[in-house]
């Protein structure tokens, strides 16, 4: 019996006993929740550079919402957030490379 503890999307459960399987599955409390999407915004991060595959970035903003909400967090706050730090470094558009800086 495979054993995978890691947070899996709601219907998942529900997926594997269409398939005829047994999944076995807690409910996290909001302390372990947290630190479960972190991992899992790492897992779909590292599954993104590995393919590259748009549907990645699907999951890694999906995980991305649940945190948000965890927080109280809204997405015009996130926006407002991303726009005064363009505003103030600007943002990735020019494509420049740091190599080095002197004195």
């Known amino acids: 019996m495979p054993t995978y503890n890691k947070l899996v999307r709601d219907k998942i459960p529900k997926i594997i006993e269409q398939d005829g399987k047994k ?4 409910v996290l409390d909001d302390i372990e929740y947290h630190k479960c999407l972190i991992n899992k915004l790492h897992e779909e991060v590292q599954e ?4 590259d595959d748009v549907e990645e970035i699907a999951d890694i903003i999906e995980v991305i919402d649940s945190i948000l909400k965890v927080k109280g967090i809204t997405w015009s706050h996130i926006r407002d957030i991303q726009d005064n730090k363009r505003k103030k470094n600007g943002g990735f558009n020019k494509k420049y490379f740091l190599i080095s800086v002197e004195g």
């Open 23 to 26: 999944a076995k599955v807690t």
């Open 48 to 51: 993104f550079i590995e393919s």
